[in-house]
């Protein structure tokens, strides 16, 4: 099997969704030349074919020459064969042609969607990506695709005019003029139909999203009876996405309509003029058939430019859904490119003060608010003035920092595949080629019933975001991920919110476990790992506002209060 061709042509031009374009054909420039050539041979084959068994009529059948008759009828077959194979290659080229850029804008937008890292869920919606994934990167390959045919057409239109216009100046004429006319028209049509395109694809990521926002929210939704309403507003939008996929369809039904009409008027017009020349024998009837053959044939290079236009236009709408993705800059910057990083610290954060050894349990008792901006500002997902070792973070190598510091969220994802790559997807071994280091990691999560309970254990394949598991067991399968990464510190965001007390204790035994000698940042209410915790930082309005243990804490009022709550609510 030949495998397709993994180049890397650098970074794409963003200037506009022409210019993507532009610079996608000049990276696969070889391949859309040959496309290009062996297109050209084929309309080509086609197009003299009727100019050469008008030969044989006019110089064989009529002249009744038998020599000049089997020459060219060897001559037809000659094109015959010639056609077949540009026709064959054509195919091959154009599947390559088709599958590449697609392939090679899917590893432009994943590459994209890995640098922005968190800022993807703020700056783009779900349905752009659900759109560029599903329709856009097979549109820019067609684009390319059928722009090789476009250029065939065009040699092969320009073939019959010239040998019409040798034959016969009005026929010649008359096709000079139409086909201009009729690319004129489509053209417009085309236009129209991108217009309509671009509101459906809007309409599609606006959808889309709500649908996300609906699935992710349905088990809130159904505990406050809003799921009538959603569902109406749904339907609501369903319905508008419909009338506007209806627009779209009139338009390209339209498009399709004139690109199947206006060549037949042609070819009409053609052979009525053809017969009329011929019957004032100022035609043979070698040379009428040959033009009742062009006329026919002309609706094939006119059907190719056509419709590489009406593609150019989806590919246009493509591209721009595309380079709005591209453009889209990460909140924090990648750092030096290179630098040493420095040794096992204290990471602080001036903006409230908060300080983390570099040995220990650290929890921090804040509402959910403080709780995501200091898990942003720890981690570097957004610029501040945090620190490891002394050196601001921002000063770091970006790689080197997600390295050292890892922070993990309640709303992780768990991929599909084998359950041990996904819990320990650096395949990072322990030295002695078993699984010990995982399943430590697995006990200290109190995911082992869930793993033993499964068919394979951790050869199961799992479902893409863990939906055979239930919520609170997703949590510790998470857990068991993360503490299998083993950073140097690691930031935990509420990791035992979903499970009962019993299962609670053992994790927060196992959090503190094994991760000692490493620094380890909880943001939690829960009383079980705050006793855990060899140090609790109280945070009020975004500042330090009382630091030490559990228990001296809880003479704190404002301390206990927050405690309290989450007390009562569990």
Request: net charge neutral; with cysteine; charged share 20%.
């Given at each position: 099997m030949r495998t397709f061709s993994d180049t890397d042509h650098g970074k794409p031009d963003q200037r506009g969704p022409w210019r993507y374009l532009l610079w996608m054909a000049a990276g696969h420039r070889r391949l859309l030349l040959s496309d290009c050539v062996f297109n050209m041979m084929w309309s080509g084959g086609l197009a003299l074919t009727p100019a050469v068994i008008g030969q044989a009529i006019n110089t064989g059948l009529?002249?009744?020459?038998?020599?000049?008759?089997?020459?060219?009828?060897?001559?037809?077959?000659?094109?015959?064969?010639?056609?077949?194979?540009?026709?064959?290659?054509?195919?091959?080229?154009?599947?390559?042609?088709?599958?590449?850029?697609?392939?090679?804008?899917?590893?432009?937008?994943?590459?994209?969607?890995?640098?922005?890292?968190?800022?993807?869920d703020?700056?783009?919606?779900?349905?752009?990506?659900?759109?560029?994934?599903?329709?856009?990167?097979?549109?820019?390959?067609?684009?390319?695709?059928?722009?090789?045919?476009?250029v065939g057409g065009a040699v092969g239109f320009v073939v019959v005019a010239v040998l019409m216009l040798f034959a016969s100046w009005q026929v010649g004429l008359l096709?000079?003029?139409?086909?201009?006319?009729?690319?004129?028209?489509?053209?417009?049509?085309?236009?129209?139909?991108?217009?309509?395109?671009?509101h459906l694809r809007a309409q599609q990521r606006e959808l889309t999203d709500q649908s996300v926002d609906i699935v992710r929210g349905l088990r809130v939704l159904r505990g406050i009876g809003g799921e009538e309403l959603f569902a109406d507003r749904y339907r609501d939008g369903s319905q508008r996405l419909r009338s506007v996929a209806l627009q779209q369809a009139r338009a390209s039904a339209l498009l399709g309509a004139a690109r199947t009409f206006l060549p037949s008027l042609l070819l009409a017009g053609v052979v009525a003029l053809a017969g009329e020349l011929v019957l004032t024998e100022r035609l043979s009837a070698g040379q009428m058939v040959a033009f009742y053959g062009f006329?026919?044939?002309?609706?094939?290079?006119?059907?190719?430019?056509?419709?590489?236009?009406?593609?150019a236009m989806q590919g246009h709408v493509a591209a721009t859904n595309v380079i709005r993705l591209l453009r889209t800059e990460p909140d924090v910057g990648p750092g030096?490119?290179?630098?040493?990083?420095?040794?096992?610290?204290?990471?602080?954060?001036?903006?409230?003060?908060?300080?983390?050894?570099?040995?220990?349990?650290?929890?921090?008792?804040?509402?959910?608010?403080?709780?995501?901006?200091?898990a942003d500002r720890l981690g570097r997902y957004v610029e501040s003035g945090a620190t490891y070792a002394g050196r601001p973070l921002a000063e770091l190598p970006l790689a080197g920092v997600r390295e050292r510091i890892l922070v993990t969220t309640a709303d992780e994802h768990l991929f599909a595949?084998?359950?041990?790559?996904?819990?320990?997807?650096?395949?990072?071994?322990?030295?002695?080629?078993?699984?010990?280091?995982?399943?430590?990691?697995?006990?200290?999560?109190?995911a082992r019933d869930i793993v033993e309970a499964l068919p394979e254990r951790l050869d199961t394949h799992v479902a893409a975001g863990g939906r055979e598991f239930s919520g609170g067991q997703q949590q510790r399968l998470r857990l068991a991920r993360a503490l299998m990464a083993d950073p140097e510190v690691l930031v935990l965001s509420d990791p035992t919110s979903a499970v009962d007390a019993h299962t609670e204790s053992r994790m927060a035994e196992g959090i503190a476990h094994l991760r000692q000698g490493r620094a380890t940042v909880v943001f939690t209410t829960s009383v079980l790992l705050l006793h855990r915790a060899d140090h609790v930082a109280l945070v009020l309005d975004g500042t330090v506002a009382a630091e030490g243990s559990h228990e001296s804490l809880m003479a704190d009022a404002r301390y206990r209060s927050l405690v309290e709550r989450w007390t009562a609510v569990a």
């Open positions: 009529v002249a009744k020459d038998q020599t000049a008759l089997v020459l060219w009828g060897l001559a037809v077959l000659g094109l015959g064969i010639a056609t077949a194979l540009s026709a064959m290659l054509v195919e091959r080229l154009e599947l390559r042609l088709k599958v590449e850029p697609g392939y090679e804008t899917m590893r432009l937008v994943t590459r994209k969607a890995c640098e922005l890292g968190t800022t993807l703020r700056k783009s919606s779900a349905g752009d990506l659900v759109t560029v994934g599903v329709s856009d990167i097979s549109l820019i390959g067609q684009t390319l695709e059928v722009g090789a045919r476009g096709v000079l003029v139409a086909v201009p006319v009729i690319l004129f028209i489509t053209t417009r049509l085309a236009r129209t139909l991108r217009s309509r395109q671009s006329a026919t044939y002309l609706v094939i290079p006119t059907n190719q430019i056509t419709f590489a236009v009406s593609k030096p490119a290179s630098g040493a990083m420095p040794g096992t610290g204290v990471l602080a954060d001036p903006d409230s003060g908060l300080r983390v050894p570099a040995d220990g349990l650290t929890a921090v008792v804040c509402s959910a608010g403080d709780s995501a901006a200091l595949g084998p359950l041990r790559r996904e819990l320990n997807p650096t395949g990072r071994p322990d030295g002695s080629g078993s699984d010990d280091q995982l399943w430590a990691a697995i006990d200290a999560a109190a």
